[in-house]
T-cell receptor
Framework: GEDVEQSLFLSVREGDSSVINCTYTDSSSTYLYWYKQEPGAGLQLLTYIFSNMDMKQDQRLTVLLNKKDKHLSLRIADTQTGDSAIYFCAEHNAGGTSYGKLTFGQGTILTVHP | SAVISQKPSRDICQRGTSLTIQCQVDSQVTMMFWYRQQPGQSLTLIATANQGSEATYESGFVIDKFPISRPNLTFSTLTVSNMSPEDSSIYLC???????????FGPGTRLLVL
């Protein structure tokens, strides 16, 4: 079955870059996602990448995908205190009986110190 | 992106009772999804709801415990039946974006069962 894993905690200083890592097992994943969850809030879609791409940049966010190693990372440049949140990696399997299902990692708690 | 609202936003319930959660989308969507996020945990898909057909439940979730309605293309309900403290979670609905490669989430319903 599908499995997605992330490190649980990351602490950085304001202004530094943050890198959140994720590994997944399903080689048939079509899309991979990063969601952000702030305290008491729902999930905000930050960005996503198609499985045939290896990089996507969107303002301060850079997603790197190593499909061979099934490794996904999210880099946040110039991290701000407002970036403190839980970041979830998720993969999408568009085939078979799992159509549309997202499988989530356990989330990485990012803490940004002034 | 889709705008999704959920009611109630939070509730405190007694064990043995049932709660129906509503999900409203601002546009017509084919597929709607219900997820559960237990305290400190990641998200787990409960079921997929297509309009005009029975919901499809994931392993570990059954219709008697989590009946779902999908009367039209903009609305769905999830009922948590015969609740116990273990049902205390955040329940989130999500919908696919126009291109089907994205999923957007509602703000969630925070449920506490005493």
């Amino acid at each position: 079955g599908e499995d997605v894993e992330q490190s649980l905690f990351l602490s950085v200083r304001e202004g530094d870059s943050s890198v959140i890592n994720c590994t997944y097992t399903d080689s048939s994943s079509t899309y991979l996602y990063w969601y952000k969850q702030e305290p008491g809030a729902g999930l905000q879609l930050l960005t996503y990448i198609f499985s045939n791409m290896d990089m996507k940049q969107d303002q301060r966010l850079t997603v790197l995908l190593n499909k061979k190693d099934k490794h996904l990372s999210l880099r946040i440049a110039d991290t701000q205190t407002g970036d403190s949140a839980i970041y979830f990696c998720a993969e999408h399997n568009a085939g078979g009986t799992s159509y549309g299902k997202l499988t989530f990692g356990q989330g990485t708690i990012l803490t940004v110190h002034p | 992106s889709a705008v999704i609202s959920q009611k109630p936003s939070r509730d405190i319930c007694q064990r043995g009772t049932s709660l129906t959660i509503q999900c409203q989308v601002d546009s017509q969507v084919t597929m709607m999804f219900w997820y559960r996020q237990q305290p400190g945990q990641s998200l787990t898909l409960i079921a997929t709801a297509n309009q005009g057909s029975e919901a499809t439940y994931e392993s570990g979730f059954v219709i008697d415990k989590f009946p779902i309605s999908r009367p039209n293309l903009t609305f769905s309900t999830l009922t948590v039946s015969n609740m116990s403290p273990e049902d205390s979670s955040i329940y989130l609905c999500s919908v696919e974006g126009g291109g089907r490669e994205t999923q957007y989430f509602g703000p969630g319903t925070r449920l506490l069962v005493l």
